[in-house]
């Protein structure tokens, strides 16, 4: 049960959500705007050590479903002028999630601020390049991309060292 709800609400969803914005998307293109929109799901990208399975199965199992269709879906899409990316935290990013289930203080001190995954997100879907479609993007690395460089302000305790977040070695 538990594992039909991860892809319920990881797998499933997307591929749901998405065909239920299609006709949106395809419209806007056929509008002659300069993109025909962007879907942006919250997936990792492809990291098969088994690591990530041991203790994480499910999980991964239903993450990684995701990753794939956001490949899968960029393929399909493209001829539309609609861009699907992923995007993934390179860190653990503190959330009311991470304090009170997750580890507690000692994550939340080793996190990132949400608004490293806002900024991010913002990066791709106001990106004109129609380059930045089919990725499986990790936060950092695409605002790296856009030419930043500073990402102390990002910290939830200055103190702390940054950990890693799942699927990113």
Same mark, same amino acid.
């Not at 490949?71 to 009170?100: C, R």
């Not at 490293?116 to 997100?121: E, F, N, R, T, V």
């Not at 106001?126 to 950092?140: A, N, P, T, V, Y």
């Given at each position: /049960?538990?594992?039909?709800?991860?892809? @319920?609400?990881?797998?499933?969803?997307?591929?749901?959500?998405? *065909?239920?914005?299609?006709?949106?998307?395809?419209?806007?293109?056929?509008?002659?705007? *300069?993109?025909?929109? $962007?879907?942006?799901?919250?997936?990792?990208?492809?990291?098969?050590?088994?690591? =990530?399975?041991?203790?994480?199965?499910?999980?991964?199992?239903? /993450?990684?479903?995701?990753?794939?269709?956001? #490949?899968?879906? $960029?393929?399909?899409? /493209? +001829?539309?002028?609609?861009?699907?990316?992923?995007? =993934?935290? /390179?860190?653990?990013?503190?959330?009311?999630?991470?304090?009170?289930?997750?580890?507690?203080?000692?994550?939340? +001190?080793?996190?990132? #601020?949400?608004?490293?995954?806002?900024?991010?997100?913002?990066?791709?879907?106001?990106?004109?390049?129609?380059?930045?479609?089919?990725?499986?993007?990790?936060?950092?690395?695409? #605002?790296?991309? @856009?030419? *930043?460089? &500073?990402?102390? @302000?990002?910290?939830?305790?200055?103190?702390?060292?940054?950990?890693? &977040?799942?699927?990113?070695?």
């Amino acid at each position: /049960k538990r594992y039909d709800l991860m892809f @319920q609400i990881n797998t499933r969803a997307v591929m749901v959500c998405s *065909q239920a914005a299609l006709p949106y998307l395809k419209s806007s293109s056929a509008a002659g705007k *300069q993109s025909g929109g $962007h879907i942006l799901s919250l997936s990792p990208p492809l990291n098969l050590d088994p690591k =990530w399975f041991a203790n994480y199965g499910p999980y991964t199992t239903t /993450k990684y479903g995701m990753s794939m269709l956001t #490949l899968g879906m $960029h393929e399909e899409f /493209k +001829k539309y002028g609609i861009s699907v990316n992923s995007l =993934w935290p /390179k860190t653990v990013i503190a959330t009311a999630a991470i304090e009170f289930e997750a580890g507690g203080p000692a994550v939340m +001190k080793a996190a990132r #601020l949400p608004a490293i995954m806002a900024d991010a997100a913002y990066a791709i879907l106001s990106s004109s390049e129609r380059s930045i479609s089919g990725r499986l993007l990790i936060d950092e690395e695409i #605002l790296r991309e @856009q030419g *930043q460089n &500073d990402f102390e @302000q990002y910290r939830f305790d200055p103190t702390g060292k940054l950990m890693t &977040d799942l699927f990113v070695d």
